[in-house]
């Protein structure tokens, strides 16, 4: 019993003098707001193929603190990210480089990436309207408009102002429309709340279910993790019960609002040449597809085999805004939900 | 504070230079503790007119109010539960109670964002409980009955009592076990009446105990996130998050996180006037237990069960639940489980022992010192517990990589060896975050644990010839043991559970049993992380066991007797 403070201690210093980061030649290492369990799949198959180890720090806050307080010796070569926020984030301190491949030029549509190429997309998320099969008729709801129509009141649910996935929805309203209609609109959306916005996308497509609400604005991920939820049966009843919606999707219409999962390069990376050809394959037709299979996102590549289920699901057309325009709102987004008072 | 600051009164002149070591050591722990704050107060210098102004127009008066509504919710939650738990199993006997008595200390190891999650899980509008009520009743929608909202101020406040007032408990129960005994009978023998011998004898010796249990309470409370979060209740730390990563201001985000500061600092001045307005000594290192009344029939059964109800709710249910889970999902991710445990076990033993050593001498220092000075600095070493451990993170974060990068140039220049990064490279980052962090808790117990000890048996040990170090070995340590071990056990469960720090300050390729439950509530299956969830909770239950063996054998010695 007396040695086990000291032999822990022991063991402790053993193992981070391991942790250390030994530079080896043959590796990556990546900061990411991505999740563990979806990352692995991809860069088991990356050092499968070219034998380079990649190493992961998974965070949510203060990355872009940590690789500014490490200055020259930040160990870190890419940042990934799922949300077009927290890549400008980065890119705004300056602390990204210009990535110049070809092969990513060429698979990579323009409007998805940084003009300059300090960022990447590498999926699209949609962020649709969940609608109850049969208490909302086909054809009901068109436009991000139609949301702040007080026919819907009472109706509606969704997470809190302030999550990034919403703050983007806000922040592209703004961009697009500015800045007083987006106010207007916002004030209508929170009017016709069901409840105070509250819990994750999933919890929406819950509440749809138990009948609290008709329509949840969520990402359409989701519904493919709802589906094909083998351990939570439960899970895919909430997704049977939900119609996807696309939005403005008319001639001339914006189109469907969305997000993007993304990478940059950071320019005190150790390890260049490698963190290109990790990117270069996350670009590439496996990677595509896995991210398409696994985790229902739109691969940013253009004919990948996607999920069945999820083409079920319906095509829609993407709005083409400009991310980085979008970006550039995001302050203004959050401001305008405090003066809404959408979450209160 | 009305004795002259000289340490002694019996002209030692030579073992002068010896007090000064203690307290110098003292000084340093207290301005390696400070480094966050400094840092905080450096990054909030610069003008945000323009947020504040935003603020102050829309959300903050709201963020203020919510703040204060919780922190008093739970103040009178975490007293209630806390001293009357502990005061139920000190002073009556009754059904269960050797059982309850360690078991009112298990909820201090749910992470309170697990159990808000369990609780919202069964009593939201979808959950088991409103279900089975529109079954029941044949009610179709939320608008046919009323049920409280468990996502609202109301809930955050139960769910944050429930898991903080162990605190309140374990400090309680120490000082009713420690000192009341002796003159709540003399009360009883006087001809005063139970209730009366409570509240004008026991409550008022414990209360610097209780004060304490309540201001630790009080500082998590203020800078829980988690469960506010998941609530939809925005607070003043929702505002720093919102301010810091959607309005993309580092700085404002500093001022509000140094408002918050400032906030602790008032409790601190609470709790130290209420400490200073009644200043008890124990005499003698053995106290004799409390007589335990043995309770009959309906009432022994009632205090059974009202000391089972918190215990039931706070850790039985999430295990429930969490079991459950677990039973679904046994066959994902074991090899990582166990690395994962490995981390988070040897992350928490090194943070106990560090940070218990740290407020050891921290607080000895202060005491050596007599001095007022001395005190505060070393209030000002606790506020590191006050600050949302994200932003903690961030604060030593910067000194960190200065001083990481001149020992890389230095090492490189000298001995032509790149270090890296000596400390946010590795888990050294992490084991001075949760120290600086958590220091707070080892020294606030032991300080209080020590102003227990008369000043006279200083004095003795000294005359004798002891000197100071051979006297906090020999006279002090011997009798703070018990909160030696309560220092330990606090930091060890609370590392467990920390999140926020961790995931900030984490080495490449590096997980815990928390961060691997975040990684997957995050993607919302929290299901499929209970396995890691329910080992954190059962990891709790060890140190309980062994810290209950030791205030439990000085309190339930004379049973009956």
Redesign the interface.
């Given at each position: 019993m007396k040695n086990?403070?000291f032999s822990?201690?022991m063991?402790?210093v053993v193992?981070?003098?391991v942790?250390?980061?030994a530079?080896a030649a043959e590796e990556v290492?990546l900061y990411s707001y991505r999740?563990?369990?979806?990352l692995q799949p991809l860069t088991d198959a990356f050092t499968a193929e070219t034998g380079i180890k990649v190493?992961?720090?998974?965070?949510?806050?203060?990355?872009t603190?940590?690789i500014?307080?490490?200055?020259?010796?930040n160990?870190a070569d890419l940042v990934l990210t799922v949300d077009i926020?927290r890549l400008e984030?980065v890119r705004?301190a300056g602390l990204f480089e210009p990535v110049n491949s070809a092969l990513i030029n060429e698979v990579i549509p323009a409007h998805l990436r940084h003009p300059e190429n300090l960022w990447f997309a590498l999926t699209t998320r949609a962020r649709v309207i969940y609608a109850h099969k049969d208490r909302v008729a086909a054809g009901e709801l068109n436009s991000l408009n139609d949301l702040a129509d007080p026919k819907w009141k009472g109706r509606i649910c969704t997470r809190?102002g302030?999550h990034?996935y919403n703050?983007g929805l806000i922040a592209s309203v703004i961009a697009e429309d500015g800045e007083a209609a987006a106010e207007t609109w916002l004030r209508g959306v929170k009017d016709n709340l069901?409840?105070?916005?509250?819990?994750?996308?999933?919890?929406q497509a819950?509440?749809i279910?138990?009948?609290?609400c008709d329509l949840a604005i969520a990402n359409r991920y989701?519904m493919g993790?709802m589906y094909y939820n083998t351990?939570?049966p439960e899970q895919q009843q909430w997704a049977e019960n939900i119609r996807v919606e696309y939005l403005d999707q008319q001639v001339g219409g914006r189109g469907q609002h969305i997000n993007i999962s993304g990478a940059g390069l950071l320019k005190t990376a150790k390890n260049k040449a490698n963190a290109i050809k990790l990117l270069e394959f996350l670009a590439g037709e496996q990677a595509q597809g896995l991210y398409a299979t696994a985790n229902f996102e739109e691969p940013v590549r253009q004919g990948i085999q996607t999920d069945e289920y999820i083409e079920s699901l319906g095509d829609f057309k993407a709005d083409r805004i400009s991310l980085q325009a979008v970006a550039e709102q995001?302050?203004a987004?959050?401001?305008l939900v405090?003066?809404v008072?959408f979450?209160? | 504070m009305s004795k002259p600051s000289t340490p002694h009164s019996f002209g030692l002149v030579t073992a002068a230079p010896q007090f000064d070591r203690w307290v110098w050591i003292a000084v340093s722990i207290a301005l390696l503790a400070f480094v966050p704050v400094i840092t905080l107060v450096k990054l909030s210098w610069a003008n945000n007119l323009e947020i504040w102004q935003?603020?102050l127009?829309?959300?903050f008066w709201?963020y203020v109010k919510n703040t204060v509504l919780l922190c008093i919710g739970v103040a009178f939650f975490t007293s209630l539960i806390g001293t009357g738990a502990a005061w139920l199993v000190t002073r009556f006997d009754f059904p269960l109670k050797s059982m309850l008595v360690w078991g009112l200390l298990l909820p201090l190891a749910v992470p309170s964002y697990i159990l808000a999650f369990v609780i919202t899980d069964q009593l939201e509008?979808?959950g088991f409980v409103q279900?089975s009520l529109r079954a029941l009743f044949g009610w179709?929608?939320?608008r046919d009955y009323w049920f409280p909202?468990i996502?609202s101020i109301q809930g955050a406040i139960a769910v944050l009592s429930l898991v903080l007032y162990p605190y309140v408990y374990l400090l309680a129960r120490a000082a009713f076990v420690e000192q009341a005994a002796q003159l709540f009978e003399m009360s009883r023998c006087l001809g005063k009446s139970q209730t009366q011998s409570f509240f004008n004898v026991a409550l008022p010796l414990a209360r610097p105990a209780i004060v304490v249990g309540v201001t630790l309470a009080l500082m998590e409370t203020i800078n829980e996130y988690g469960t506010v979060?998941?609530?939809?209740v925005?607070t003043l730390t929702?505002g720093i998050?919102?301010v810091?990563?959607?309005?993309?201001s580092?700085s404002a985000a500093a001022q509000i996180a140094m408002m918050l500061v400032s906030f602790s600092i008032l409790l601190l001045g609470l709790e130290r006037y209420s400490r200073n307005a009644g200043k008890f000594y124990k005499l003698t290192g053995q106290s004799p237990a409390m007589f335990a009344e043995p309770l009959k029939g309906a009432k022994a059964w009632l205090a059974t069960g009202l000391c089972l109800l918190p215990i039931g709710l706070g850790f039985l249910l999430p295990i429930a639940v969490l079991s459950n889970y677990a039973l679904?999902?046994l066959d994902s991710g074991l090899e990582q489980y166990m690395s994962s445990a490995w981390?988070s076990?040897?992350?928490a033993?090194?943070a106990a022992?560090v940070t218990t050593v740290l407020g050891l001498l921290l607080a000895y220092g202060v005491r050596l010192s007599k001095s007022a000075k001395m005190r505060s600095i070393a209030e000002a070493a606790t506020l590191g517990y006050a600050i949302p451990g994200?932003v903690l993170?961030?604060g030593i974060?910067?000194p960190?990589?200065?001083l990481?990068?001149a020992l890389?140039r230095l090492m490189t220049a000298w001995f032509d060896y790149p270090l890296?990064?000596?400390f946010?490279?590795?888990?050294?980052a992490l084991v001075l975050a949760y120290s600086l962090r958590f220091i707070a808790l080892s020294y606030r117990t032991l300080d209080a644990s020590l102003s227990k000890i008369t000043p006279e048996m200083d004095d003795a040990s000294r005359v004798l010839g002891a000197q100071s170090g051979r006297t906090l070995w020999r006279i002090h340590l011997p009798l703070i043991r018990p909160s030696l071990l309560t220092a330990m056990l606090l930091v060890f469960v609370d590392t467990m559970k920390e999140l926020?720090i961790t995931?900030?300050l984490?080495?490449?390729?590096?997980?815990t049993l928390s961060?691997q439950v975040?990684?997957?509530a995050?993607?919302?299956q929290l299901?499929?992380s209970s396995l890691a969830a329910l080992t954190i909770l059962l990891a709790g239950i060890i140190p309980v066991i062994i810290m209950s063996r030791n205030i439990g054998s000085s309190g339930s010695g004379r049973k009956g007797n």
């Open positions: 086990t403070p822990s201690l063991a402790l193992s981070l003098v942790a250390i980061p530079f290492n999740q563990q369990s979806l190493n992961v720090v998974h965070a949510e806050k203060g990355l603190e940590k500014k307080a490490a200055g020259a010796n160990p926020g984030e705004a809190s302030k990034v703050i069901a409840r105070k916005p509250q819990g994750n996308d999933r919890a819950k509440a279910f138990e009948g609290q989701y993790k351990k939570s995001r302050a987004a959050a401001r405090d003066r008072g979450d209160m | 935003h603020l127009d829309t959300v709201i509008y979808a279900k179709q929608t939320a909202e996502r979060e998941f609530f939809a925005p929702a998050f919102d810091w990563l959607n309005m993309s580092l679904r999902n981390n076990f040897s992350l033993a090194m022992i994200a993170a961030v974060l910067y960190l990589g200065l990481d990068n890389d890296g990064l000596l946010t490279g590795t888990g050294g926020p995931l900030i984490r080495p490449f390729n590096f997980n961060t975040w990684d997957l995050s993607l919302e299901e499929q």
